[in-house]
């Protein structure tokens, strides 16, 4: 902390240097994705020898785990390994993280979408291994990412009272760019009703494939399949729970060192991708319907479990406040819940906006060389049993007026960024780095501001719930004198507007009457 203290100092002295030009090209290198010839197919120097493929769809998005047994067949040591996606299950990927099974300190590992032709139809992620694999060597990879938009709700309409069911497609072999000597895919279900799914011929004592227990079903195993291997499945499953989607998310975090506090306020545009209805909303039968507790695919309310301290939450929508909340805080929890105006059904959309205020002893500290260290989670949001998804998601951290950003070194991604005062700029989150897709400064101006506060903006896609909770990290300088550039600036002004109120009340405006 103490040479990241030096290091900002130097930087807030300097203007740019050939150090920060050359630093700027070296995180340009480093971007989310990288681009290669069209006639681009990944070289066969590995081998999956085992591959367990893991599909969950309990929540109201997917989540995938590849566990793979990689082999380096080729006589070279190799440290990119490729995993194709369709594109248009590449625009709907996101929170792509890889690790090593077997070794949990091996890292890091980088994914980054390898850009090749924008016509095809299969794209490819490239993974980066922290060391080349010597050939013959093994490494068992656990690769984890999640797609957003993945179900589509069959029946597409029911009545109020009826049950909801989604259909979810894949492959029954993993799609994979490498030649595979054994596999299985697993799929999970939130429950054992799952009334239609294609069926394939078994092998060896199975007769046939999927094998069902309770709630899962296995394809598989597979003996060895070439790369590119893929067999078409679908399956539907009852979900009788809101498919919640949010479209978009801005949120922003303001921090006040007057004041010690940081004020939150998010604003969602949420959409129900389940079901929709195939008549009017029946607002007699829905009241009638409360008294004994049906499930239903509407969603009534949504949980927000906020940080210990939290208060003075608010909740608004496009009409004005919204009195159906209810905020629970002492010593263990914080929670807000909040019921919309009415039950959200499938294709149906509720903008609104929450906001609370929170001790900024509880994100800020200053360190011992003078800079200040802000630790905030990068995304709340609700917490619900059916998971949310996040498409776009906005995160903007307005910093005290004067406030100058400071070094920090990111593990896994790193951005460098002009200000307006030519400095650059680094952060660091625990996201996946494949799910942010930009970030800037800007200066944002509000009440009794001069110069404005200086802004971190942070664009991510594709997030869910799962991320909740996951770290931002920014370091930053607050001098003294832009401490006190606003109360002097009031101090100013009010002896500025006496003493003009004074010399115009002694002016003499009127004539002088000279006696003869």
Same mark, same amino acid.
Request: glycine share 6%.
């Given at each position: 902390?103490?040479?990241?203290?030096?290091?900002?100092? =130097? /930087?807030?002295?300097? &203007?740019?240097?050939?150090?920060?030009?050359?630093?700027?090209?070296?995180?340009?290198?480093?971007?989310? +994705?990288?681009?290669?010839?069209? @006639?681009?197919?990944?070289?066969?120097?590995?081998?999956?020898?085992? /591959?367990?493929?893991?599909?969950?769809?309990?929540?109201?998005?997917?989540?995938?785990?590849?566990?793979?047994?990689?082999?380096?067949?080729?006589?070279?040591?190799?440290?990119?390994?490729?995993?194709?996606?369709?594109?248009?299950?590449?625009?709907?990927?996101?929170?792509?993280?890889?690790?090593?099974?077997?070794?949990? @300190?091996?890292?890091?590992?980088?994914?980054?979408?390898?850009?090749?032709?924008?016509?095809?139809?299969?794209?490819?992620?490239?993974?980066?291994?922290?060391?080349?694999?010597?050939?013959?060597?093994?490494? !068992?990879?656990?690769?984890?990412?999640?797609?957003?938009?993945?179900?589509?709700? /069959?029946?597409?309409?029911?009545?109020?009272?009826?049950?909801?069911? /989604?259909?979810? &497609?894949?492959?029954?072999?993993?799609?994979?760019?490498?030649?595979?000597?054994?596999?299985? !895919?697993?799929?999970?279900?939130?429950?054992?009703?799952?009334?239609?799914? @294609?069926?394939?011929?078994?092998?060896?004592?199975?007769?046939? =494939?999927?094998?069902?227990?309770?709630?899962?079903? !296995?394809?598989?195993?597979?003996?060895?399949?070439?790369?590119?291997?893929?067999?078409?499945?679908?399956?539907? =499953?009852?979900?009788?729970?809101?498919? !919640?989607?949010?479209?978009?998310?801005?949120?922003?975090?303001?921090?006040?060192?007057?004041?010690?506090?940081?004020? $939150?306020?998010?604003?969602?545009?949420?959409?129900?991708?389940?079901?929709?209805? +195939?008549?009017?909303?029946?607002?007699?039968?829905?009241?009638?319907?409360?008294?004994?507790?049906?499930?239903? &695919?509407?969603?009534?309310?949504?949980?927000?479990?906020?940080?210990?301290?939290?208060?003075?939450?608010?909740?608004?929508?496009?009409?004005?406040?919204? &009195?159906?909340?209810?905020?629970?805080?002492n010593k263990r929890e914080a929670l807000l819940e909040i019921k919309p105006r009415y039950p959200v059904f499938g294709g149906w959309k509720y903008p609104f906006t929450i906001g609370w205020n929170s001790d900024a002893k509880n994100f800020l500290r200053k360190t011992a060389t003078g800079g200040f260290v802000l630790n905030v989670p990068f995304l709340e949001g609700p917490r619900q049993q059916e998971g949310v998804e996040y498409e776009q998601v906005q995160v903007r951290v307005i910093l005290p007026e004067g406030a100058e950003y400071g070094p920090l070194f990111s593990e896994f991604f790193k951005f460098c960024i002009a200000d307006m005062q030519s400095r650059n700029v680094k952060y660091h989150t625990t996201i996946p780095a494949q799910s942010i897709s930009s970030a800037n400064i800007e200066m944002h101006k509000t009440f009794l501001d001069t110069l404005g506060r200086t802004a971190l903006i942070i664009n991510a896609r594709n997030l869910?719930?799962? $991320?909740?909770?996951?770290?931002?990290?920014?370091?930053?300088?607050?001098?003294?004198?832009?401490?006190?550039?606003?109360?002097?600036?009031?101090?100013?002004?009010?002896?500025?507007?006496? $003493? +003009?109120?004074?010399?115009?009340?002694?002016?003499?405006?009127? =004539?002088?009457?000279?006696?003869?």
């Amino acid at each position: 902390m103490k040479t990241s203290a030096v290091f900002s100092a =130097f /930087l807030s002295l300097l &203007s740019l240097s050939s150090a920060s030009s050359s630093e700027a090209r070296d995180n340009k290198s480093s971007s989310t +994705s990288t681009t290669l010839p069209a @006639t681009f197919t990944p070289p066969q120097v590995f081998k999956n020898a085992n /591959l367990v493929h893991i599909i969950s769809v309990e929540k109201n998005y997917v989540k995938e785990n590849i566990n793979v047994l990689v082999e380096n067949i080729d006589k070279a040591p190799q440290d990119e390994y490729f995993v194709p996606f369709t594109a248009d299950q590449m625009s709907r990927l996101g929170g792509v993280e890889v690790k090593d099974r077997k070794d949990t @300190t091996a890292g890091p590992f980088v994914a980054t979408a390898a850009e090749f032709d924008q016509e095809s139809d299969i794209q490819y992620l490239r993974i980066h291994l922290p060391k080349p694999l010597a050939p013959g060597a093994q490494q !068992t990879l656990g690769i984890s990412y999640y797609l957003l938009k993945a179900y589509k709700p /069959l029946p597409a309409s029911i009545k109020q009272e009826e049950q909801q069911y /989604l259909s979810f &497609s894949f492959s029954a072999y993993c799609p994979s760019a490498y030649t595979t000597t054994k596999q299985k !895919t697993e799929v999970k279900f939130p429950s054992a009703a799952i009334p239609d799914y @294609t069926k394939l011929p078994g092998s060896g004592d199975v007769a046939e =494939f999927p094998q069902k227990q309770g709630s899962k079903l !296995t394809y598989g195993p597979f003996g060895e399949k070439p790369a590119g291997a893929a067999q078409p499945v679908s399956v539907r =499953f009852e979900f009788n729970k809101p498919v !919640t989607h949010v479209s978009r998310l801005e949120r922003d975090i303001e921090v006040s060192h007057w004041g010690g506090n940081v004020a $939150f306020e998010e604003r969602y545009t949420l959409h129900h991708r389940g079901a929709n209805l +195939s008549s009017l909303f029946n607002r007699v039968k829905w009241q009638q319907s409360q008294y004994y507790q049906p499930t239903t &695919s509407a969603l009534k309310e949504l949980k927000f479990p906020l940080r210990v301290g939290s208060e003075g939450p608010y909740y608004t929508d496009v009409i004005g406040n919204v &009195s159906t909340s209810r905020f629970r805080s002492n010593k263990r929890e914080a929670l807000l819940e909040i019921k919309p105006r009415y039950p959200v059904f499938g294709g149906w959309k509720y903008p609104f906006t929450i906001g609370w205020n929170s001790d900024a002893k509880n994100f800020l500290r200053k360190t011992a060389t003078g800079g200040f260290v802000l630790n905030v989670p990068f995304l709340e949001g609700p917490r619900q049993q059916e998971g949310v998804e996040y498409e776009q998601v906005q995160v903007r951290v307005i910093l005290p007026e004067g406030a100058e950003y400071g070094p920090l070194f990111s593990e896994f991604f790193k951005f460098c960024i002009a200000d307006m005062q030519s400095r650059n700029v680094k952060y660091h989150t625990t996201i996946p780095a494949q799910s942010i897709s930009s970030a800037n400064i800007e200066m944002h101006k509000t009440f009794l501001d001069t110069l404005g506060r200086t802004a971190l903006i942070i664009n991510a896609r594709n997030l869910v719930d799962d $991320f909740r909770d996951r770290e931002l990290i920014i370091t930053y300088d607050y001098p003294l004198m832009a401490s006190l550039r606003k109360p002097l600036i009031i101090f100013g002004s009010a002896i500025a507007v006496f $003493f +003009s109120a004074w010399v115009i009340g002694n002016l003499e405006l009127k =004539f002088d009457a000279r006696r003869k």
